[in-house]
């Protein structure tokens, strides 16, 4: 890859074949990244291509299992966060770490509040405070609680802190993605404002048209490793083309067409003018029997919320959701249910599983109250028919009485959609279905996808892994910033097409999607 | 990279077969508290003269019968992931209805009928205001705690109310050696094991506890659940005051005042999670019996009744924290 010229800068960071796997995930495999003074450093790459896990390696979150970090030419360990503060690297993390309930001021000495005799310095904390607050251009009085401040405030709080810690790296997590477009100038002035006092600035962010307004350098991660360092002003289309660049493998075993339906029959899932205050509006689409349909876009562009929302998971302010011609009541898991919805949720362990119960017990979990009458479980029909599915799924296991926690992701996975087969779902959404899942469980997902679809069920797969959302699906709908940003078929749906769409090319922050509230 | 479990790979390697030694050492090893029970019996069976008569032992489970029933109750809370404070208070406030319908010459039927429904309606408040004021369970249930107290004090002018005949038989003895409180806290036994494994209530109260958010998108419906749990546990509340009133021949409205602490605690020595998903009926009737044979023996082996409130709380956090290890192991 082509190298900008080089800043004659002073080297501050290096990264040399960074290399870090989890159980069934190889989520870094080589990265090589530097970082000088004075310079802002984009890090781009798909969701899941590795960039979160590398800041966690920068701070001290996870211990790399190969290859070294470098800061200021010397080897060094950083193994834990603070050994990061210690050489100087802050992050500002995409959740904050701020107490709501404290002061700015003791928010940003927590845990090193000046001390006379042992007792807080007010007077000098705060005085201490107001200066770092004037550096970056908040006026609100260092005594005012972090909870008042809109998230902009916070995430200027937050910086103070980096400053007061004399961060030389400053490591921010899509510091863009909550703000408006004139929090963005604002910020990034300060930003500038930092780069000129020689700290160093990685900086991640999905907004393509922010680079070259902000960036010196970019470097493009994809699968774990870094494809390509690129100086900002590089079309954006390149930097798309780097981030996506690879073929779709034979890995999906999806015939493509295979299930594009007559366009007359009525579809299994219908949903129109779904809309929520400030989290989604105008969605509007169908599913038919036989199809899968894709759901592409960024991470926080509101995808896991509609589909929640068509579940009945969470509420919705507007729209009709129609399974099989039936409209469906809002917020009622237990009618979508009964209307032949089922919802595999992104999160497995934490809302797919009972993570301490019986596979039998799992998978019963739907059709509990079908198999009762008067109240009364019948337990060994119920038993019998999960182990009927659990055979058919191929769920790999000690025993039906083994508890899910103990299986692999995939086999935990099949237990999840397991469930809903038992209660004879007939649309099935599927967020993530394959994400955390190694290679070969992840074909049998796959496969498992088109045995559905063949005998007439509909599939609604939300995924942010692009080869597969290509690979699989019949229809791709594309969501960007709470909105279905453009629909394709499985003819049109390239990469570079789908990435144009998530990434969209209105400006960035017009939006005023909020970190979206889940659950209840 | 993620490794399957091998079908039958425990099956094909079962370690050492089924011989009998084994099985003992699995089962005292899956029922911590019963090895802990026998294990106390055994002892103080050598130490006491007085403690493996038939006599005592019928002492012991009439002692436990009160405790046993509130815990029992209890169990649905804390095996869905809450937890409930105010089964004394209940308890006593139920006793005392039961009195005083008895001396308003309410048939005796009908009496004790309006007494479980008003343990029934003291839980289905602590639901509602769990379910649908989302107050977490602790606060609900502190609060009906001091309102349930308060509402017996009420009623009975803060005098305790004498019981008739007809309703202290509950507390007496059959024959001579069968009390009513043991056959009714059997009785509470079986019903709280047949609700836990047999019902769909049941099963929901393993769902909610073990995974809320997994349970309300599987189609269980969460909040009427919740409902019902704590009016199962106000329900036997009521049994418990009714069984304590007329145990003493008396309803008193400072009856089992501090009760729900033991019954927590005998819930928790029998195995079941404070965070839910985790009990069992027949864990829960060993705790209560451990407390029970616990305070008997102590009593019976002169220990001051000053250190063995001492005693009682080092075995109550031995045996969560065996359980812990246990478990890590």
Same mark, same amino acid.
């Given at each position: 890859m082509t190298t900008p010229d080089p800043p004659p800068a002073r080297e501050l960071l290096r990264t040399e074949g960074i290399r870090k796997t989890f159980p069934g995930v190889v989520a870094l495999d080589g990265v090589d990244f530097d970082l000088r003074a004075g310079e802002v450093h984009v890090l781009l790459g798909e969701n899941g291509a590795g960039k979160s896990t590398l800041i966690k390696v920068l701070s001290g979150t996870h211990r790399p299992d190969a290859g070294r970090v470098l800061c200021d030419g010397k080897a060094v360990r950083i193994g834990d966060a603070e050994a990061a503060e210690k050489l100087g690297i802050a992050t500002i993390h995409q959740e904050f770490n701020l107490v709501p309930h404290l002061s700015i001021a003791e928010n940003l000495f927590l845990g090193r509040q000046p001390r006379r005799f042992g007792i807080v310095d007010r007077k000098r904390m705060e005085a201490d405070a107001q200066a770092l607050l004037k550096r970056v251009g908040v006026t609100a009085p260092p005594r005012t609680p972090v909870r008042e401040l809109g998230i902009a405030g916070r995430q200027m709080v937050e910086i103070a802190k980096a400053l007061s810690l004399r961060a030389r790296v400053l490591i921010m997590d899509e510091p863009t993605a909550v703000l408006t477009s004139e929090e963005v100038n604002r910020l990034f002035g300060i930003v500038r404002g930092l780069r000129s006092e020689g700290v160093g600035i990685v900086l991640i962010t999905h907004h393509l048209e922010e680079i070259p307004a902000i960036g010196d350098r970019v470097t493009v991660l994809r699968d774990g490793r870094s494809v390509g360092q690129v100086p900002a002003n590089t079309p954006q289309d390149d930097l798309v083309t780097l981030m996506v660049g690879r073929s779709i493998e034979q890995q999906y075993p999806r015939k493509a067409g295979s299930g594009t339906p007559a366009a007359a029959d009525q579809p299994l899932l219908r949903v129109t003018g779904l809309r929520r205050q400030g989290v989604f509006q105008d969605i509007s689409f169908e599913v038919h029997a036989g199809e899968v349909v894709g759901v592409a876009g960024l991470v926080g562009a509101g995808r896991t919320e509609v589909v929640r929302a068509v579940f009945g998971a969470d509420p919705y302010d507007a729209g009709r959701v129609e399974v099989a011609g039936k409209k469906l009541p809002r917020g009622d898991v237990w009618a979508s249910h009964a209307a032949g919805l089922g919802l595999v949720p992104e999160d497995r362990k934490g809302q797919g599983l009972l993570p301490d119960a019986?596979?039998?017990? *799992?998978?019963?979990?739907?059709?509990?109250?079908?198999?009762?009458?008067? /109240?009364? !479980?019948?337990?060994? /029909?119920?038993?019998?028919?999960?182990?009927? +599915?659990?055979?058919?799924?191929? !769920?790999?296991?000690?025993?039906?009485?083994?508890?899910?926690?103990?299986?692999? /992701?995939? *086999?935990?996975?099949? !237990?999840?959609?397991?469930?809903?087969?038992?209660?004879?779902?007939? !649309?099935? +959404?599927?967020?993530?279905?394959t994400r955390g899942i190694d290679v070969g469980a992840k074909v049998e997902i796959y496969q498992l996808i088109n045995e559905l679809t063949a005998s007439g069920h509909a599939v609604l797969m939300i995924s942010s892994d692009l080869p597969e959302v290509l690979g699989m699906s019949d229809r791709v709908l594309v969501m960007s910033q709470g909105r279905i940003a453009g629909e394709l078929t499985a003819r049109d749906a390239t990469q570079d097409a789908v990435m144009a769409l998530a990434v969209g090319t209105s400006a960035p922050g017009t939006s005023e999607m909020e970190d979206s509230p889940r659950g209840h | 990279m993620a490794i399957d479990t091998q079908p039958g790979h425990r099956l094909d390697k079962r370690p050492g077969g089924n011989r009998p030694p084994q099985m003992a050492s699995r089962f005292l090893k899956e029922n911590g508290a019963l090895g802990a029970l026998i294990a106390m019996v055994v002892l103080l069976a050598f130490m006491s003269g007085d403690f493996l008569t038939t006599q005592n032992l019928l002492n012991v489970g009439v002692q436990a019968a009160v405790t046993a029933i509130l815990a029992f109750g209890v169990t649905f809370a804390i095996v869905s992931g809450g937890i409930d404070l105010s089964v004394g208070s209940v308890a006593a406030f139920s006793g005392i209805m039961l009195g005083w319908l008895?001396?308003?010459?309410?048939?005796?039927?009908?009496?004790?009928?309006?007494?479980?429904?008003?343990?029934?309606?003291?839980?289905?408040?602590?639901?509602?205001?769990?379910?649908?004021?989302?107050?977490?369970?602790?606060?609900?249930?502190?609060?009906? %705690?001091?309102?349930?107290?308060?509402?017996?004090?009420?009623?009975?002018?803060?005098?305790?109310?004498?019981?008739?005949?007809?309703?202290?038989?509950?507390?007496?003895?059959?024959?001579?050696? %069968?009390?009513?409180?043991?056959?009714?806290?059997?009785?509470?036994?079986?019903?709280?094991?047949?609700?836990? =494994?047999?019902?769909?209530?049941?099963?929901?109260?393993?769902?909610?506890?073990?995974?809320?958010?997994?349970?309300?998108?599987?189609? =269980?419906?969460?909040?009427?659940?919740?409902?019902? =749990?704590?009016?199962?546990?106000?329900?036997?509340?009521?049994?418990?005051? =009714?069984?304590?009133?007329?145990?003493l021949a008396s309803a008193q409205p400072q009856a089992a005042d501090g009760y729900e602490l033991d019954a927590i605690a005998a819930v928790v020595i029998g195995g079941a999670s404070l965070a839910g998903g985790v009990g069992k009926a027949s864990g829960t009737l060993v705790g209560a019996l451990i407390l029970a044979v616990l305070r008997n023996g102590l009593n019976l082996l002169d220990v001051s009744a000053f250190w063995q409130q001492v005693v009682i709380g080092a075995v109550i956090a031995l045996a969560v924290l065996l359980d812990t290890l246990r478990r890590r192991a």
């Open positions: 019986s596979v039998t017990d *799992n998978l019963g979990l739907v059709t509990l109250r079908e198999s009762s009458t008067g /109240g009364l !479980v019948d337990r060994s /029909g119920l038993r019998k028919e999960a182990s009927r +599915i659990a055979e058919r799924l191929g !769920v790999r296991m000690a025993g039906m009485e083994q508890h899910v926690r103990t299986l692999s /992701g995939g *086999n935990q996975q099949k !237990v999840v959609i397991g469930k809903w087969l038992l209660a004879k779902s007939r !649309v099935l +959404i599927l967020d993530e279905p | 008895g001396t308003q010459g309410v048939p005796i039927w009908l009496a004790f009928v309006l007494a479980i429904a008003t343990g029934t309606a003291c839980g289905l408040v602590n639901g509602l205001l769990i379910s649908y004021g989302k107050l977490p369970p602790f606060i609900a249930t502190l609060a009906m %705690l001091s309102a349930a107290r308060g509402l017996a004090l009420v009623l009975s002018d803060g005098t305790p109310i004498t019981l008739p005949e007809s309703v202290s038989w509950i507390g007496e003895t059959i024959g001579d050696w %069968l009390p009513v409180p043991v056959i009714v806290m059997i009785v509470m036994c079986v019903i709280t094991a047949l609700v836990l =494994i047999k019902t769909y209530s049941g099963r929901a109260m393993y769902a909610i506890g073990g995974n809320e958010e997994a349970a309300h998108l599987s189609g =269980i419906r969460v909040r009427r659940q919740k409902l019902v =749990i704590y009016a199962l546990v106000g329900a036997f509340a009521a049994v418990a005051g =009714i069984v304590l009133a007329s145990r």
